[in-house]
């Protein structure tokens, strides 16, 4: 099998970028998001400012490509593909969002954030309500709907945020508590993932 070569030049940018975006990360791990400044990364990636200018125009730019970086890098998937990567999601990830606690935190508060959140909402939703109507296949589709809401809200960010800043939990509690709240809600064993055990309802709840 041939293997394609990849031209000198697309290798370098690569690399740099890679560099540039490992160093953003190293610096936000004593610094808050809001304080960060080109000047800072290039300082830490040991290049010039012109040069993380050349991969991104503004810090924008730079914290929409770090927060594509970090998701690949701690394995979230964006979308819970089955009832149990739903389940044991919040489990996996909240202790890596830890290790970037200041991204993590920026993700949450900013309206940057919040755009990009909202560029994938639609597919988001699907994603949740089919996992829902798949463990909860009893409920009528507005309690269904509601349903996947909320556990969309229990596999995110603002619910690692808020179970660390108002019950004083760390990223592995954070988590635990969060994947056994789905486990319930869709009436699963959060420690096998087995499929959930419903009683059958001769209507559906509306």
Known sequence: MTIPL????DAHRDLTRGRILDAAMEVLKSRNAADLTIADVAAAAGITERTVFRHFANREQLFEALWHWATERIGWPGMPRSVEELISGPQARFPRFDDNEALF????????????RLSVNEQRQRSYLSLVRMG??????AAQRRLAGVCQLLDSSFAWQ???DYWD????????AASEAIAALLGVAAETGSAPCLQPKSKKEK
């Open 6 to 9: 990849v031209p000198i030049r």
């Open 105 to 116: 935190r920026w993700f949450v508060s900013s309206t940057q954030g919040q755009d990009i």
């Open 136 to 141: 909860r296949p009893d409920l009528g589709r």
């Open 162 to 164: 808020s179970l660390k």
């Open 169 to 176: 939990m760390d990223g592995g509690e954070a988590g635990r």
